[in-house]
């Protein structure tokens, strides 16, 4: 420890000095709390030391060592220094020093040990951290839009983690409200096709035993076909492995006498020849077991179709595709724009003419035999389905096919047929002269149909299901009272169907004219319930396009001002959905649905409508939302020439593209997935889709497309999967020949064949057939 006084001899000055220190800039600290700056003082033999005292008064210090040259003697200089020590003032003043002395070494005490405490505190904080913490804040009343909480505390036990008892504060941070949604960036470009991939094949062969497998196996190469012979060639067999046998084992002992089973069925083997629609020459070996299995007999020796458990089908020709038969011998047409119809179940019904008995009735069995089933006018043209087409129903006796015709007798009537020329009737004379015209509709609805008819009495509805036919208010499901009443409700209503008749599981959705409320829509349940929606109070909303959905029905209509979709419920409620005007107006739009119709991916509705210039473009509406938009301004005019294909997530429907012509387009429901599928005759020029179907996960239309050489086809069968096409049909090739399918009818799609109506160049337009690639990988051909 340094002393608070120090002597020095300044060699420049006489006698004696004393220093006196005390550490600093650290004040010193007394014990009563006041504070006493630290002095650094020197004292000579001419000069006093002043301390300050804070609180005392000022400690006057003479020096402590006289200079030899004063006129004094010594004991003089004694007796006056032991009186001026002695003395009352001295006294105190020497008690004073006592005391600030002993203040400045109890601040030289509370410093060191001030030091220490520090050192102490030191230790202290770096043990114990100070932590921020933060968890995520669910939506609630104090964050509408969620958040996060932040906590902050001491981490007095080191865990690196904050308990509930180390947090001293804590706070919320809210997000802020969702921005809108930024406008719709244009769509970019498709990129260009690849090019197809060789196939990967693959060669299995038995091994005898020996090397590389003591007991034999299988050899299995693999690699890739690089020439396409479709044979995998030395040179591109990449890997080579080998599956080996193991050695069979000993045999087990023999076991017990089992119990006698139960009488089994014999198992049956039968061959016949090949379907000639499909393969030439060929033969079908038929294996099962005569167990009566489903609707066949037990036991009667005779192998039935429900019997059958396996079948090999084998043709030694290649399977065939092209004319079914030529209907009109030589190059006249069999078909026109009026004898053209066609629909199918296990069996085809069509219409056709084969030069001797006018457009008639005509039959196509599965073997594909054609055969004309029925000459409904024997002097002239039946022409049927010219106003309904046909209608494949299925009822509780099996299908009915269901048609409108003219006997030359009766005029045209309702007509159903189950295939056989004795099960082909007319249902009715419904009118004096016609009963059916072009205001008549059909639809499926309760096991059977419901159609229209028009005559002296006006428009009238009808129920059947083939074997009886009645009016609609007296539906055999419905009870007396129920059909009294509703008899009653009816006689306010006229023009039945005039625009709009559609039936479904809740009930029947059509069109009518009331005497109070004008031409709008009406809906009968299963029930009997019986509601007129007057969606149009000063005029008629004149329903046309309409979309059945599990909880009401869409339509378009007319709400006075201009044409919009309207949802409507079972019990005679409705509201309406769209509120479209034209572009840059405030002008309600006037044509909605006119022809691609009212069409359902998931939660959207797709329709087209006419908001500006002559053309329709496609909206998109989201029912969960309410939300409108238009789904493309490039692709015009959807599904004006054909009826739009569907497999419950995209629609495949024409279009008008102004740097592609007439092609095909599709949607998913979305702007992006609304694009052009594939432009089958590059360039301006317009493949002109006629008809489509979709049949085994593969989209077939007939359209015009350049084929592997570059050469136009001609209107002739495309399948498209993806965004690949593969021309499957052409039945007039060459160069400038256009077999112009699909100029007449449309695809009508059987168990077996996708068949068309074309020119081959040789018998003018006569049916033709495409194996379905399903039936195709059943057969092996041997060529």
Known sequence: ?????????????????????????????????????????????????????????????????????????????????????????????????????????????????????????????????????????????????????????????????????????????????????????????????????????????????????????????????????????????????????????????????????????????????????????????????????????????????????????????????????????????????????????????????????????????????????????????????????????????????????????NGRELWVSDGTSIGTTMLGDMETGDAIDWTSKITTWMDGAVFTTHGSQGHRMWWTNGSVTTSIWQAPWFSSVVSSDLVNQSTSLSSFGQGLLQGDEHGLWFAAKDAQAGLEMVFLSTTGSLHIYDLQPFGDSSPSQGLSMDDGFVVAASDGTGRQLAKLDHDGGYQWLTSLTREGTTTPISVIAPAFGIQQLGDVLVFDAVHRGADATLFGYSIASGMLQELSMSILAPGHSNEVVSDGVTIWFDCVLSNTGMELCQTDGTVQGTKLTIDLLPGISSSQPRTMAYVDSVLYVLAQGLDDSGTNSGHALWAIEGNTPSLVLDVWTGIGNNSDAGTYGGLTVTSNHLLFIADNGQHGHELHQYLRPSIRDQWMVWD
Not at 116 to 133: G, M, N, Q, R
Not at 177 to 205: A, E, K
Not at 298 to 327: K, P, T
Request: net charge negative; glycine share 10%.
């Open 1 to 409: 420890m340094i002393l608070p006084w120090q002597p020095w001899r300044d060699p420049q000055r006489d006698g004696l000095l004393f220093v006196a220190w005390v550490p600093h800039p650290l004040p010193t600290v007394l014990p009563n709390g006041l504070e006493v700056p630290c002095i650094d003082a020197i004292i000579d033999a001419s000069s006093r030391l002043v301390l300050p005292t804070d609180g005392f008064d000022t400690v006057d210090v003479a020096p402590a060592i006289m200079s030899s040259n004063e006129n004094n003697t010594q004991g003089a200089r004694r007796d006056e220094r032991n009186s001026r020590f002695l003395s009352r003032e001295n006294i105190v003043k020497m008690t004073k020093t006592t005391i600030v002395l002993s203040a400045l070494l109890l601040s030289i005490w509370a410093v060191v040990l001030n030091h220490s405490i520090e050192a102490l505190d030191s230790t202290s904080e770096e043990d114990s951290s100070i932590l921020v913490e933060t968890e995520g804040r669910e939506a609630d009343v104090y964050c509408p839009e969620g958040g996060a909480d932040i906590f902050l505390g001491t981490d007095f036990d080191g865990d690196g983690k904050l308990s509930a008892e180390e947090i001293t504060s804590s706070t919320k941070v809210c997000h802020g409200q969702q921005g809108l949604s930024g406008p719709q960036g244009q769509s970019g470009f498709d990129g260009t096709n690849g090019h197809n991939g060789n196939s990967s094949l693959v060669n299995l062969t038995a091994l005898s035993p020996g090397v590389p497998c003591q007991f034999g196996g299988i050899q299995i190469e693999s690699g890739v076909d690089t020439n396409r012979n479709l044979y995998l060639d030395q040179e591109e067999i990449e890997t080579t492995a080998h599956v080996c046998d193991g050695q069979l084992g000993d045999e087990g002992p023999e076991g017990q006498q089992g119990d006698d089973g139960s009488q089994g069925y014999s198992a049956l083997i039968e061959q016949h020849q090949a379907p000639t629609s499909i393969c030439p020459k060929g033969i079908v070996m038929e294996f099962g077991v005569d167990d009566g299995t489903d609707r066949a007999t037990a036991g009667d020796g005779i192998l039935h179709d429900d019997e059958v458990r396996e079948s090999l089908r084998i043709c030694s020709e290649q399977l065939y595709e092209g004319l079914v038969f030529d209907s009109n011998t030589g190059v006249t047409n069999g078909f026109s724009n009026e004898c053209s119809n066609a629909d199918a179940d296990e069996i085809m019904l069509f219409t056709s003419n084969d030069g001797l008995n006018g457009c008639e009735l005509w039959i196509l069995q599965q073997n594909n035999v054609p055969s004309m089933l029925m000459d409904i006018h024997s002097n002239g043209d039946s022409v049927p389905g010219r106003e309904l087409g046909i209608h494949s129903v299925v009822t509780e006796r099996g299908p009915r096919f269901f048609f409108d015709a003219d006997d030359g007798i």
